[in-house]
């Protein structure tokens, strides 16, 4: 039962930390900041939210900075938005799946150009 219970929360949370960045937080380096995962501990008092922002490296770590500024901004909307005992404390993670993912269609297409088409 609480690994369902932490579940509807990290989706609850994606949910909101995700409107949060969108609406409520006004700083231009996380314009392109999108909320892939969030996993919460069982007893629920941790949230590791994975972001991917878009850009260069100095953007990314731009970025992280400017959430790690926004996190007790955030936590204390949560608190509000959630309506549980205790706002979990936020961690962010930089997720590079999506640039991963971009790099390995990148290298098929230049692989499909590569090979001959009528074999």
Known sequence: ?????????????HREVSDLLQREVNDPRLDMATVT???VS???????????????????????????RAARFLR???AGRLGLRFAPEIQFA??????KADRVLRLLKEIEKEEPTGQ
């Open 1 to 13: 039962m609480p690994q369902r219970r932490a579940e509807r929360v990290s989706h609850a949370i």
């Open 37 to 39: 995962r969030v996993d």
């Open 42 to 68: 069982h007893d629920l008092r941790y949230a590791k939210i994975h972001v991917s922002i878009l850009g260069d490296e100095e953007q990314m770590q731009d970025g992280m900075k400017a959430l790690r």
């Open 76 to 78: 204390k909307e949560l």
């Open 94 to 99: 930089l997720d590079r799946s999506i640039e």
